[in-house]
């Protein structure tokens, strides 16, 4: 198999990937009942429970193309013993820094740290981390075969 065929291969994946809708999970540990964490926010997101919504369909908050998970948390001794922390996970339609696959950080001035990852992969929010999405790997797979063309 010749570059120019895996290349055109690498290149159809990803825009048959574009072209389908992203799934996401969508929660929000503001929605959670006393003693409940369903959104991971103090244990590990749990996959089997939830299931991941199409972020183009009427099931979905908000329509989108990307998927998002915003963890907010307060300084330690805040309330009780630990510190105070909230999830969301939900669909978007445009990352707010522009790139997905990446993750912004800050302090709120009242000492709250937040942090907002965006990715576009199929149930991409599920996880503490965003991985690196498959549309930079092909990208960087691409520029790779060109380079040695």
């Known amino acids: 198999m010749g ?13 048959f990937e574009i072209g389908l809708a992203v ?13 409940e964490d369903n959104c991971g926010a103090y244990r590990k997101f749990d996959t089997e429970t939830h299931i991941a919504v199409d972020c183009s369909s009427e099931e979905s908050h908000m329509p989108g193309s990307f998927c998002m998970k915003v963890t907010m ?3 330690r001794g805040f309330i009780w013993d630990g510190r105070w922390r909230q999830v969301i996970r939900r669909c978007a339609s445009i990352a707010e820094n522009g790139v997905t696959g990446v993750c912004n950080w800050g302090v709120y001035e009242n000492g709250i740290y937040w942090e907002e990852c965006y990715c576009s992969e199929d149930e991409c929010n599920s996880a503490s981390g965003i991985s690196m999405s498959k549309v930079v790997i092909i990208s960087m797979l691409s520029l790779l075969f060109m380079r040695v063309m």
Not at 3 to 15: A, P
């Open 3 to 15: 570059y120019h065929t895996i290349l055109f291969l690498l290149i159809s994946m990803l825009l």
């Open 23 to 35: 799934r996401c999970y969508q929660c929000g540990s503001s929605e959670d009942g006393p003693n």
């Open 73 to 75: 948390q307060s300084p």
